[in-house]
């Protein structure tokens, strides 16, 4: 009987375990399979298990829906249909998983061929995906910087660029031989035979402090480093500015993110339903909160769009808690062979999430498979609070403040120590080598000899010790008053004196045998180059040379031998003999102010005459024209910056506008003046950003000047150009001194599509060309005393060979010109076709015209 018992009780209480065991043993696996298109259910597809029994498969019902009780050893579940690409999605070890798979359809199913179903056209309307991103959307304000009243923050950065995709053939090239120390394996791939050649590296720690009402962000730069290169051959700064404006910090809840001078449309922006596809692609329960996966595609793959993922909180605040960028191949950009981003963000403990980790790597490559420039900025954030009151002292320092000016470049062990415990995760080994290696660089005489001549081919100037000759494109060139021109000239730098600069050049004309020359020395009053920024210099110079009245050129001399060719009659010309003191300070605000004193003769030459009505009907020709001028000049330029080059400064520009007002005076009798005037200037610039539309640069001046019976000369002679190049600022087809006012009006507009409409032409979209058009008009008039066809006391109008008048004010209308265009070709030009609008009855004036202007971009 005991025996009985013990086996009834041993089977009672194996039956009760065996459940549980199978139970351990088991996944319990239910789902649904959709059309990833048309987010409709796709009936009968087959569901197989991976890793464990190879024949355990199921199908989904008419609904798309399937259930399975499969071994835990199994790996994944493989999910296919005729029709669709096969899809595989991992396994976990929890008992009960659910997993919405998503099919792509496929035209071709491996050996099987077969008619695919009607592609169903995606649609916004119904679907979750869409529904989904509004709701980030409708959440961003909540999710964002900007929307927390006080935030502070700890912020390491660092950006590092080197030369990339170089293989060994290059790398033990015979050149290269004395400087194998500098190259790297590329631990990005996996080839083995890659190696890169870093060349800069910069790191900043800050303290971020963030107030929304009053509106203010301030970075104190608590710690900051560079790898520089030697001043003479570079602006360091600039170039460290540039790479910053290049790499700029990705804003993902922006409508617009700024990267390589472009504006990208964010996949969370207000309008991005328009312009991508969104995709529920995985649902992630392994963490929390739960996550989606939302997969996101431009819906035209050459738009400066985004493509890659979102993984979007389920916990009701519908936040990014991470995403991963990168463009598509066939995108309309420039020299770029792959960009990356990587954004992360975290909790604090008020439960707002804040952005902890950005990272943006673009390669940069004129050919697919060619040498490069590879480059990444990180940007890490940690110490993240929110409501803590700060004195307004602390929101009264610039944007970017440098507290530590000893930590810019360290010195000691205990510095390189104080670097290491800063930074928020350590250096890789490419870029801890950098500082040092730049630094050996520089020491090596053959770097320096090819850093010279590059210099010199950039920049135009050759380094003599202390001294600049240069530029070397003014040396020759050809004008049809001074005939062929020589001309040599230079300068000293820093290398001389801190302090003191002079500049000058000397030029000789063949035809009209005359000597011209220009002489100047500056005084810098805060001890820092008059080439660098803040400016603060005093200057004084003398010069004697010929000028075009009306021809205002940019970033060009006047006598580049590229302009020596021009449209039409081109012989009125000025001799300038002219003496100016001049003074200028430039703020850390970008806000700067100029004045100075000028007092110059002119002399006609060419065609141009100073002609004075006589009563008789004839005309007194006069030699020359002396006037002294007094001004003083106002210019604001919020966050401009720049790079800095051997002659000109080469804006990066903003969304910011740029102010500028400027006021002369002429000063009769002083130094013998003639005339006395007051001129009262003012400008607007605004780069106007629309998105996916390009943007527009928009130009608007004015000009007023009080003064009776003046002559041309001191008049405002509107800028023309009649060489055959595209100039910004000028009107391409008027010609030289054709309109003069005393007061005027002007509209400039460039407006730069940046490919939106020829991305949807086929041939044009593989080309990558881009669109541009511009508008420019100008208004004005003269007041009777300044007008020559009113008064007899100035100088008449300008008259041709033929004695035809060349010279006018404006009639009823404006003058106006418009013009399209195409850019990027080869990745360098623009040519535009130029239509001048009215005032065709002037002698040569051009209905149309053909001009071109070299432009890089990305």
């Not at 600039?238 to 990267?259: A, C, M, P, Q, T």
């Not at 329960?285 to 050459?302: C, D, G, I, M």
């Not at 009701?316 to 960028?325: C, L, N, P």
């Not at 640069?697 to 150009?721: E, M």
């Amino acid at each position: 009987m005991k025996t009985y018992i013990l086996r009834f009780t041993f089977f009672l209480l194996l039956s009760l375990q065996l459940p549980l065991v199978w139970a351990q043993q088991t996944l319990h696996i239910t789902g649904k399979v959709f059309n990833a298109d048309s987010y409709e259910p796709i009936p009968y597809a087959t569901v197989t298990v991976l890793g464990g029994d190879k024949n355990l498969k199921t199908t989904t019902n008419a609904n798309g829906e399937y259930t399975m009780n499969i071994p835990n050893s199994a790996k994944a579940i493989r999910v296919s249909s005729i029709g669709f690409s096969a899809e595989e999605y991992p396994l976990n070890q929890d008992p009960q998983q659910n997993i919405r798979v998503m099919l792509f359809p496929s035209n071709s199913i491996e050996e099987i061929v077969v008619t695919a179903p009607r592609r169903l056209k995606y649609s916004n309307k119904n679907n979750p995906a869409v529904e989904l991103i509004r709701k980030v959307v409708e959440h961003r304000d909540e999710n964002r910087l900007t929307g927390q009243k006080l935030a502070e923050f700890d912020q390491y950065e660092k950006i590092s660029l080197g030369l990339s995709n170089l293989d060994a053939k290059f790398k033990n090239k015979k050149i290269f031989k004395k400087y194998q120390f500098l190259f790297q394996e590329d631990d990005s791939t996996n080839s083995g035979n890659n190696f890169l050649l870093p060349a800069y590296m910069e790191e900043k720690f800050s303290k971020v402090y963030y107030r929304k009402d009053p509106n203010a962000k301030k970075q104190y730069i608590l710690a900051e480093r560079k790898a520089e290169f030697d001043p003479k051959f570079v602006d360091n700064d600039g170039l460290s500015k540039y790479f910053n404006r290049l790499y700029d910090e990705v804003e993902i809840y922006d409508n617009n993110i700024h990267i390589l001078t472009n504006q990208f449309l964010s996949p969370i922006a207000n309008s991005a339903p328009t312009f991508y596809r969104y995709y529920i692609t995985d649902t992630i329960k392994t963490s929390q909160p739960y996550l989606v996966e939302l997969s996101f595609f431009p819906r035209n793959k050459a738009d400066l769009l985004f493509k890659g993922k979102l993984y979007i909180t389920l916990d009701g605040q519908y936040a990014v808690q991470r995403a991963e960028m990168t463009v598509n191949d066939d995108i309309n950009l420039n020299f770029v062979r792959d960009l990356a981003i990587e954004l992360a963000f975290k909790k604090n403990d008020d439960q707002k999430y804040y952005l902890s980790k950005s990272s943006l790597g673009i390669d940069f490559s004129i050919t697919d498979k060619g040498k490069g420039i590879k480059g990444k900025r990180v940007v890490l954030i940690d110490k993240y609070q929110n409501g803590i009151e700060r004195p307004d002292s602390i929101y009264q320092v610039p944007d970017k403040y440098v507290v530590n000016q000893e930590l810019v470049k360290p010195k000691t062990e205990e510095e390189e120590t104080l670097w290491a415990n800063m930074r928020l995760e350590p250096l890789q080994t490419s870029e801890k080598i950098i500082y040092e290696n730049i630094d050996s660089l520089q020491q090596m005489p053959s770097f320096r000899t090819f850093m010279d001549i590059s210099t010199l081919i950039f920049s135009g100037y050759k380094q003599a010790g202390p001294l600049e000759i240069g530029p070397v494109n003014t040396f020759y060139s050809y004008n049809p008053v001074e005939g062929f021109r020589l001309r040599v000239g230079g300068r000293t730098t820093d290398r001389l004196s801190k302090r003191f600069y002079m500049e000058g050049y000397g030029a000789y004309g063949f035809e009209d045998q005359k000597w011209k020359y220009f002489l100047s020395g500056t005084y810098s009053l805060n001890n820092k180059s008059i080439y660098k920024f803040p400016q603060h210099y005093v200057r004084i110079s003398a010069s004697y040379d010929t000028k075009i009245p009306g021809q205002n050129l940019e970033f060009i001399q006047e006598d580049n031998v590229l302009l020596s060719f021009k449209r039409g009659e081109n012989k009125s010309y000025l001799y300038n003999e002219v003496y100016r003191l001049d003074y200028k300070v430039e703020f850390s605000n970008n806000f700067s102010v100029n004045a100075g004193l000028a007092t110059w003769k002119q002399n006609p030459a060419g065609v141009l005459a100073f002609r004075l009505p006589q009563l008789n009907g004839a005309f007194k020709q006069l030699n020359e024209m002396k006037n002294t001028e007094f001004n003083i000049g106002f210019r604001y330029a919020p966050n401009e910056e720049y790079f800095q080059g051997k002659l000109y400064r080469t804006p990066i520009v903003n969304q910011y506008p740029i102010l500028s007002f400027n006021y002369a005076a002429g000063i009769k009798d002083l130094f013998g003046g003639e005339s006395a005037y007051h001129n009262f200037t003012a400008g607007v610039f605004k780069r106007l950003y629309l998105s996916q539309l390009g943007y527009a640069d928009i130009n608007v001046d004015g000009t007023y000047i009080l003064g009776d019976n003046l002559s041309f000369p001191v008049l405002n002679i509107h800028r023309a150009n009649q060489t055959y190049a595209y100039q910004l600022q000028s009107y391409n087809l008027m010609n030289f001194m054709e309109f003069i006012s005393d007061k005027h009006a002007s509209l400039n507009v460039q407006y730069y599509m940046n490919g939106f409409l020829f991305n949807k032409i086929p041939l044009l979209k593989k080309l990558k060309l881009r669109e541009v058009f511009s508008f420019k008009g100008v208004y004005g008039s003269l007041r009777a005393s300044n007008n020559p066809s009113l008064n007899n006391n100035i100088y008449a109008w300008q008259v041709n060979n033929e004695g035809q008048q060349t010279s006018y004010t404006f009639g009823n209308k404006p003058y106006m010109e418009a013009s399209a265009g195409v850019a990027n070709i080869f990745k360098i030009l623009r040519v535009d076709v130029v239509k001048r609008l009215n005032y065709l009855d002037h002698p040569d004036a051009p209905a149309w015209g053909v001009r071109a202007r070299v432009k890089f971009d990305f």
